[in-house]
Each structure stands twice: as C-alpha cells, then as structure tokens.
C-alpha cells in the first residue's frame, strides 16, 4: 500500500491543523493505522493510532485531548485533527499503517509496516 499525507504547515500557537492521509489499495479498511513524529534531532514518536474504524483510537500523553485521529474507510483516508498546537509540536508528521494488525492498537513504529512521506508541521510562539 502507497500513503500520502497532506496538510502541513506553519501556525501560530493556539492554531488547528487537519492532517490527511491517502493510501492506495483495498486492504485499508484491514489496517490499522498511526501517526507519528519527527522532530530535529529528536527519534520519530508516536502521536495516535485508529483501529479499523474511529471507535478504537490511543494517543500518546503529550497530545491526548488537543489531537483527534479518525479515518473514513470509504475514502482511503485517515485524519489528525490538532488543535490547541504547541511550538513542541513542530515536526514532520508521518502516517504508517500496520498490516498485522488484529484488535490491540500499537505505539511501536516497528509494528507499522507502510509509511508515507510525510508533512511538516510548523508551530510558532
């Protein structure tokens, strides 16, 4: 499967942004997929991660309640919402899908076997 994530850019703090990924292939709906970041410097980290439909999400401390993933299995396509951005939030914001996937949601990026570009995401004070 081919992902394609979109909708970086730079605001200020407070801001929203609305990620999206687009992914190739019938087998989306089979997936679970996740978002995670990278920062200058810093190791990728795992941002939130949606089962097969938007009822089964996780999210990593640091953006539970300003960040909400969902996916739309018709359109191949899973979100980030973020609102509330912080200048810690600035990175480049990559989507991966995890084929193995059977129910438990994971925050390892070595469990996601597909990953698309990225976005970079750029947060001022």
């Known amino acids: 499967v081919q992902l394609q994530a979109s909708g970086g850019g730079l605001v200020q703090a407070g801001g929203s942004l609305r990620l999206s990924c687009a992914a190739s292939?019938?087998?989306?709906?089979?997936?679970?997929m996740g978002w995670f970041r990278q920062a200058p410097g810093k190791e990728r980290e795992f941002v939130a991660a949606?089962?097969?439909?938007?009822?089964?999400?996780t999210y990593a401390d640091s953006v539970k309640g300003r960040f909400t993933i969902s996916r739309d299995n018709a359109k191949n396509t899973v979100y980030l919402q973020m609102n509330s951005l912080k200048p810690e939030d600035t990175a480049g914001y990559y989507c991966?899908?995890?084929?193995?996937?059977?129910?438990?949601?994971?925050?390892?990026?070595?469990?996601?076997?597909?990953w698309g570009q990225g976005t970079q995401v750029t947060v001022s004070s």
């Open positions: 991966a899908a995890d084929k193995y996937y059977s129910g438990s949601l994971s925050s390892r990026s070595q469990q996601y076997r597909y």
């Open positions: 949606v089962g097969w439909s938007s009822g089964t999400t």
């Open positions: 292939g019938r087998a989306f709906a089979n997936y679970a």
